[in-house]
């Protein structure tokens, strides 16, 4: 059976994805159905269509923040490989007593609901999945041969089991720092006050456990689920400054250089993503934004933090920086001028304006996702300075191509001024994008004011006579 | 960090709170520090800005000093409502172009009133400074309130003919087709016929029939279909109401649903009082001077009421778009939003409802600029512009 390319899926609404998604949910080839979700998981992660409540997936809701598509030679701690998780689970399901339930879970066509409150059956299944690690654990001790079994299955089967094992016995304690968490974003509740919680179920879950990568995970978990991405700088920053205090030094260090480790993997990922179309630029800038954040609160933490960790850092906003002059400032330009190179006085189409709108949003992004760090590399600086003189320029053509023109032809082509200028909002200062747009209502013949306020009156009156 | 506005004289300035209860309980003295408008004219008037920081902000004319005013609602992701000098807006934030000219606009209307505001506010959208969308949604409105007009003047008119028996049962079919000069036409004879009725002269009887066919417009008669704005989203309320009911999302819920509710039974009391008094028209007329100015003063009561609750019914949607996970910042929006009914005008049965809720929702926190940069976030431009464009076209 042959699979649509990436490329066309990527073109595919959000609607069709979803369906897309759930037609691969019932692919009985397990390969091709993973090989087909592979294909759209970027798009899943925003969309987040409702996925089948099966036993296998249920299984993945402890650690599914942990999980990773890409499958570096060296793994490092705490990034499960998608790819282990199907070996695994058959193990798990071998040592399973009561195959009943979760024959029963894979037949109910229920919905998979991320809450952070199992339901008790659920629970209870939680609790002999965790049996079931657990014996596969102590197999990896006790059983010599085991741990080659392991590595011919997966190559990190064998530490995979070791960290689900941990995350399973601290599952109750994970899941109720995440409703804690979540709480505090539905206004009555605990406010910015559950990281001393959070904390102190850290400490509950590793207790007596002498083993700091327990901790490591407790929070590894949280940080990396996307559903608590706002609270990140919180729970680093309690981290750190417990770390500051000297309990486990290493831990918010070790914790942070993991995700910025994750965080070059995604950016890698994004930007190997052809920046063709104004989606691509604004889904580049969107990561851009992402990462920028993610550093920068790890960056606020990292005066308590080990110095590698400025240092890995200020790599990794050394390659946003070099992407952001080169081939993003590429592809923006193009788009700009794809608007701006238009020759004759045809006026620009609806489509044409919204792809303008959609380049310049993107280009606004990525400057305000990166104002704090450092100034903007010069040729996406130049871009914005260029984008503003030649959509200008095209406008002005636009307009002396009507100045003779009838009252009908002017009032569209004023309609049109106003929805660029609007569209170059987002990168230009008020005056500019006024005068921009005040030029070109003169030479129609509209307006002409001192007083932006009567401008705008003059512009309303315009725009509204024109339809009375 | 606070940032307080400044008034004209430079001074800083937040909403006043009321005084202190006497001898009240604790819950009373702490909600007597929380802003609660006392009136609608307090509470001001929805603003259909774009810039983020002033998204759903309300727009006032201060009594004392008879300045203009705008209300701005966790401005500072604090519990404080900011009041800032109309005329001073720009100098504190970055408007949009779009709310430059709706600025322009409103202060040339005087919109001071929902009905009015809500005017500005297409004649702003429909240059396209909110988008394409917004000025598509903003043309259809502007024809649908032509529309509402017309067919409330109709409606009327039916009601006149069937009292007076002028013309015969074929009635309805002509005044389905009638347009333009014919329709004058009827209006004159109708009005001459009921000037005999009702012992005014027949010019006088004829402005006053027009008069309150303007007045009726925005709810429009009960037994038209879909008729008025009015009646429309007080139908988009009372889903809105059901919707929250049903999704039972906890304590936050309830009380959304509950001020819905609340909202939702005054203004079906409201519109119930205002179709009772028109159903007699000869009595109405009658007594002209105090009724219409009776019924002015109620369709805008009315208005006020149900003001600011379509962006509360599209918050909600967006909220609620996804079941499997529900934005529940979207929810603190609605409830730093949510359109509390002024404790004079409301009884005090639900008095302790919106106390309640009014003391609820200052626990919400919400920043809307980029803290960084000081930039306006045009992203969220964008869904409060799409926002703007779906409830223009009720």
């Given at each position: 059976m042959q699979l649509p390319e990436r490329k066309e899926l990527d073109q595919l609404s959000e609607e069709k994805i979803k369906m897309v998604y759930a037609l691969a949910d019932k692919m009985p080839d397990g390969q091709l159905r993973g090989q087909l979700k592979d294909q759209i998981r970027h798009r899943l992660k925003k969309i987040r269509p409702l996925r089948r409540l099966t036993a296998s997936r249920l299984f993945c809701l402890?650690?599914?923040?942990?999980?990773?598509?890409?499958?570096?030679?060296?793994?490092?701690?705490?990034?499960?490989?998608?790819?282990?998780?199907?070996?695994?689970?058959?193990?798990?399901?071998?040592r399973l007593t009561d195959h009943e339930t979760i024959d029963r879970i894979d037949a109910s066509n229920q919905m998979l609901m991320p809450q952070p409150c199992p339901m008790v059956e659920h629970r209870q299944l939680l609790a002999s999945y965790a049996d079931a690690v657990s014996q596969i654990r102590s197999a990896l001790s006790s059983d010599r041969e085991m741990p080659a079994r392991l590595t011919a299955m997966h190559r990190d089967l064998p530490d995979v089991v070791e960290e689900i094992h941990a995350i399973y016995q601290m599952r109750d304690e994970i899941l109720t720092a995440k409703r804690q968490i979540i709480a505090s974003e539905q206004l009555i509740g605990i406010g910015d006050e559950y990281t001393r919680s959070v904390m102190a179920l850290a400490r509950q879950a590793t207790a007596g456990?002498?083993?700091?990568?327990?901790?490591?995970?407790?929070?590894?978990?949280?940080?990396?689920?996307?559903?608590?991405?706002?609270?990140?700088?919180h729970l680093i920053e309690a981290l750190a400054e417990k770390s500051a205090r000297g309990a486990g030094?290493?831990?918010?260090?070790?914790?942070?250089?993991?995700?910025?480790?994750?965080?070059?993997?995604?950016?890698k990922a994004g930007f190997a993503e052809a920046l063709t179309t104004p989606a691509g630029l604004n889904a580049a800038a969107d990561q851009v934004r992402a990462s920028a954040e993610s550093l920068g609160v790890m960056r606020l933490a990292s005066p308590h933090l080990n110095r590698q960790i400025g240092?890995?850092?200020?790599?990794?906003?050394?390659?946003?920086?070099?992407?952001?002059?080169?081939?993003?400032?590429?592809?923006?330009?193009?788009?700009?001028?794809?608007?701006?190179?238009?020759?004759?006085?045809?006026?620009?189409?609806?489509?044409?304006?919204?792809a303008l709108g959609q380049t310049i949003l993107a280009v606004a992004k990525v400057q305000a996702a990166?104002?704090?760090?450092?100034?903007?590399?010069?040729?996406?600086?130049e871009l914005a300075k260029t984008a503003i003189e030649s959509v200008g320029a095209r406008l002005d053509r636009i307009a002396a191509a009507r100045v003779a023109g009838t009252m009908r032809q002017k009032q569209d082509a004023l309609a049109v001024a106003v929805q660029v200028a609007r569209?170059?909002?987002?990168?230009?200062?008020?005056?500019?994008?006024?005068e921009m747009l005040e030029d070109c209502a003169v030479q129609l013949g509209f307006a002409e004011s001192s007083d932006p306020a009567q401008f705008f009156l003059k512009i309303i009156q315009a725009m509204n006579t024109t339809h009375e | 960090m606070n940032r307080p506005a400044l008034t004209r004289n430079g001074a800083a300035k937040t909403a006043e709170p009321p005084r202190a209860a006497l001898g009240g309980d604790a819950q009373t003295l702490h909600l007597a520090y929380d802003y609660a408008p006392s009136t609608f004219d307090e509470r001001g008037t929805t603003v259909a800005f774009t810039t983020p920081e002033l998204a759903f902000s309300r727009f006032r004319r201060d009594s004392r000093t008879n300045h203009l005013e705008v209300l701005v609602m966790g401005f500072s992701g604090g519990r404080s409502i900011y009041v800032f000098p109309w005329e001073g807006l720009a100098s504190v934030l970055r408007l949009t172009l779009h709310d430059r000219a709706l600025q322009a606009e409103i202060s040339l209307a005087d919109a001071i009133t929902p009905m009015r505001m809500r005017l500005a506010a297409h004649r702003v959208a429909r240059t396209g400074l909110a988008g394409a969308e917004a000025a598509a949604a903003a043309t259809i409105a502007i024809e649908r309130i032509a529309q509402d007009e017309k067919l409330t003047r109709e409606a009327m008119l039916r009601r006149i003919i069937r009292l007076t028996g002028v013309l015969d049962k074929t009635t309805d079919d002509l005044m389905r087709r009638v347009r333009?000069?014919?329709?004058?036409?009827?209006?004159?004879?109708?009005?001459?016929?009921?000037?005999?009725?009702?012992?005014?002269?027949?010019?006088?009887?004829?402005?006053r029939l027009l008069e309150l066919s303007d007045a009726m417009g925005p709810l429009g008669f009960a037994d038209e279909q879909d008729a008025g704005y009015l009646r429309r989203t007080l139908r988009q309320?009372?889903?809105?109401?059901?919707?929250?009911?049903?999704?039972?999302?906890?304590?936050?819920?309830?009380?959304?649903?509950?001020?819905?509710?609340?909202?939702?039974?005054?203004?079906?009391?409201?519109?119930?009082?205002?179709?009772?008094?028109?159903?007699?028209?000869?009595?109405f007329f009658a007594g002209w001077e105090t009724n219409i100015a009776r019924l002015r003063h109620s369709m805008d009561r009315l208005a006020w009421l149900l003001d600011g609750w379509l962006d509360v019914c599209e918050l909600w949607q967006a909220a609620m778009a996804d079941r499997q996970n529900i934005d529940h910042r979207r929810i603190a929006e609605i409830m730093r939003i949510i359109p509390l009914v002024p404790k004079g005008e409301c009884e005090t049965t639900v008095r302790a409802t919106m106390d309640n809720l009014s003391g609820i929702r200052h626990r919400i926190v919400q920043q809307l600029q980029d803290w960084r940069t000081g930039e306006v976030d045009y992203e969220i431009v964008s869904r409060i512009e799409a926002i703007k464009a779906r409830t223009a076209v009720l």
């Open positions: 402890p650690f599914e923040s942990l999980l990773s598509n890409d499958t570096p030679r060296m793994r490092t701690f705490g990034s499960i490989p998608r790819n282990c998780v199907g070996p695994l689970w058959s193990l798990v399901k071998d456990r002498g083993d700091q990568r327990w901790y490591k995970l407790f929070f590894l978990v949280l940080l990396m689920d996307e559903e608590l991405a706002d609270h990140s700088g030094a290493s831990i918010a260090s070790e914790v942070c250089e993991i995700m910025v480790a994750r965080e070059g993997e995604a950016l240092e890995s850092i200020d790599r990794m906003e050394e390659r946003i920086h070099e992407f952001l002059g080169g081939q993003f400032a590429k592809a923006a330009g193009a788009g700009v001028a794809s608007f701006t190179g238009a020759t004759g006085e045809n006026l620009p189409t609806v489509d044409e304006i919204k990166i104002h704090h760090v450092y100034d903007p590399p010069a040729d996406l600086k569209s170059i909002e987002p990168i230009s200062n008020e005056e500019t994008v006024l | 333009g000069r014919v329709g004058e036409s009827i209006i004159v004879q109708v009005s001459d016929v009921f000037s005999k009725l009702t012992r005014q002269p027949p010019e006088l009887c004829r402005s309320l009372e889903e809105l109401r059901t919707s929250i009911s049903a999704a039972n999302i906890g304590a936050t819920g309830h009380l959304a649903a509950e001020t819905a509710g609340v909202t939702a039974r005054m203004a079906e009391r409201m519109i119930g009082e205002i179709d009772r008094e028109i159903r007699n028209l000869p009595a």
